[in-house]
């Protein structure tokens, strides 16, 4: 079990970077696209140039605020997962062991039933057993 953790988080782990080797290369992509257009028209002047440098930060910051608030959730819930799957552990442990007492006193009950026929066929009693608990 321990070692399905470790590959499910190596492939967590994998997918984890290539989506941020896809974001990268997208954020690259536009990069060169709006560098491109701009070196190629020149109606652009420094002003609109550093403007559209302004909007372009403004949104990777946006982006890279919204990867966090989303990592952070993603987080907590693997927290509350990995406290849960605990929890669902401890409670498989405690229920094997109480079968397994139940078991180990249905057995004694089991025998102490046969031992009890057996005094009763020794003992060759008619009169019946007061068995009162009290």
Not at 73 to 83: A, I, L, P, S, V
Request: net charge positive; with cysteine.
């Amino acid at each position: 079990m321990v070692g399905g953790r470790g590959a499910a988080r190596r492939q967590e782990r994998k997918a984890l970077m290539a989506a941020f080797a896809v974001a990268l290369l997208l954020g690259t992509a536009v990069y060169f696209r709006i560098w491109a257009r701009q070196s190629s028209d020149p109606s652009f002047t420094a002003d609109d140039r550093e403007e559209l440098r302004r909007q372009f930060e403004r949104a990777n910051l946006e982006a890279m605020d919204e990867s966090a608030e989303w990592r952070l959730k993603y987080d907590t819930e693997f927290g509350k997962n990995r406290q849960l799957q605990d929890e669902l552990s401890k409670v498989k442990a405690s229920l094997a062991a109480l079968t397994k007492r139940l078991e180990m006193l249905q057995k004694d009950n089991e025998m102490l039933k046969r031992q009890n026929e057996s005094l009763r066929r020794q003992c060759n009693c008619t009169a019946p057993l007061n068995n009162t608990h009290d």
